[in-house]
């Protein structure tokens, strides 16, 4: 998630819910090359944060909320060890 296209993908599938999105949606919604595309869904989709359903000749892609919630819920209970993080820069976490 660290790399900023991959963040915008997930974004938008989250925003879209269950429904999902197919690979033409994202292309237009983040205007990125589908190529490139291509390359971050099949990261986020390695790393359990997306799944992937044909329907038909379409590819839908959705979140998986159920993952986002686990990790949100390890990275809450674990992160500098339960004190409050402080921001030393954009996003930063200095434990």
Same mark, same amino acid.
């Given at each position: 998630?660290?790399?900023?296209v991959?963040l915008?993908?997930f974004r938008?599938?989250v925003?879209?819910?269950?429904e999902? &999105?197919?690979?033409?949606a994202l292309v +237009?919604?983040?205007?990125v090359?589908?190529?490139? #595309?291509?390359f971050h869904l099949k990261?986020?989709t390695?790393?359990?944060l997306v799944s992937?359903?044909?329907q038909?000749?379409? &590819?839908?892609?959705?979140?998986?909320? +159920?993952?986002?919630?686990?990790l949100?819920g390890y #990275?809450?209970?674990?992160?500098?060890?339960?004190?409050?993080?402080?921001?030393?820069g954009a996003?930063?976490?200095a434990?």
């Amino acid at each position: 998630m660290a790399q900023p296209v991959r963040l915008q993908v997930f974004r938008c599938l989250v925003v879209a819910g269950p429904e999902g &999105l197919t690979p033409g949606a994202l292309v +237009e919604a983040i205007g990125v090359p589908a190529t490139s #595309l291509s390359f971050h869904l099949k990261e986020l989709t390695h790393a359990g944060l997306v799944s992937q359903e044909r329907q038909g000749r379409n &590819l839908i892609y959705r979140a998986a909320f +159920e993952r986002m919630n686990a990790l949100l819920g390890y #990275l809450t209970e674990n992160c500098c060890q339960g004190e409050p993080c402080t921001a030393t820069g954009a996003g930063a976490c200095a434990c």
